[in-house]
Every structure is written in structure tokens, then in C-alpha cells.
């Protein structure tokens, strides 16, 4: 069962973070806005620093991955194509915030902290967020 409960956290872990990055670099390269790139990175290293609250460590949580026969691993589905910087934005927030609850709701499953620190990462995505909307 823990291994089950370790794939979950493992894929949306790295989910979270790699939304987190492009919103990062979108802020930071696109809208050169200093303080909202500040924002993605520090609630993307905040989600870095849950991972050393679980009881297995990183290397303990990547070793339940099993990417090549993971059945939702994308080799079905095509995504559409974005139509520019706010399409991309609005999709890798989706990612963050939907990888972020699965997070806090599995995470209650192994330490009620963790899922505590998970919640209030996830609201400060939609804080963040909504600054990245509003200046499109």
C-alpha cells in the first residue's frame, strides 16, 4: 500500500514543481516581474521542502516510479495546442493546483503536518495565480 501511496506523491510532486517552473519562468522572462518569479520559486522550493517531512526519504519516494509502465503516463492522450503565454500559464496552474490537492490529500494518509503545509502551499499558488492573471 505504501508503495501505491508513494507513486501518487512522486507524480504529483513532480508535477507541482514543474508547473510551478514554467509559471516561474513565464513571471520571470515574459512579464519580467521580479517579485511574482520570487513566488513561484518559493512555493516551488516550499513543496521541496515537504518532501524531507516524509517518512521515506526522496530517494525512497522515486523508487516506487515506474514511469515506462505507469498507465496514464501520456502516451494516450494528445494535448491540445496553446495559443500563446496565457494558455501555457493557465494550464501549468491547473497542473499546480490540481497536483497540490492530491498532495494534501494523500498526505493526510501519512502526517496531518504534511498535509497542513501542502494546504497553505496550494492557496498561496492561488494568490500567485491571480496576480499572473491580472497582468495579461
Known amino acids: 500500500m505504501k ?15 514543474e508547473g510551478l517552473r514554467v509559471c516561474e519562468e513565464i513571471a520571470r522572462f515574459v512579464l519580467d516581474d521580479g517579485g511574482l518569479t520570487k513566488e513561484f520559486k518559493s512555493i516551488r522550493h516550499g513543496i521541496s521542502d515537504c518532501i524531507k517531512l516524509y517518512p521515506a526519504t526522496l530517494r525512497g519516494i522515486v523508487s516506487t516510479r515506474d514511469s515506462e509502465d505507469d498507465v496514464g503516463n501520456g ?17 501549468n496552474m491547473e497542473r499546480v493546483k490540481e497536483s497540490l490537492r492530491v498532495l494534501e490529500e494523500f498526505s ?19 494568490n500567485a495565480e491571480k496576480k499572473l492573471v491580472s497582468r495579461f
Open 3 to 17: 508503495e501505491k501511496l508513494y507513486r501518487i506523491i512522486d507524480a504529483n510532486l513532480n508535477r507541482s514543481r
Open 75 to 91: 502516451k494516450q492522450k494528445i494535448e491540445k495546442k496553446h495559443g500563446g503565454w496565457r494558455d501555457v500559464s493557465a494550464a
Open 108 to 126: 493526510k494518509l501519512i502526517d496531518k503536518k504534511i498535509s497542513d503545509r501542502f494546504k497553505r502551499l496550494r492557496f498561496r499558488a492561488y
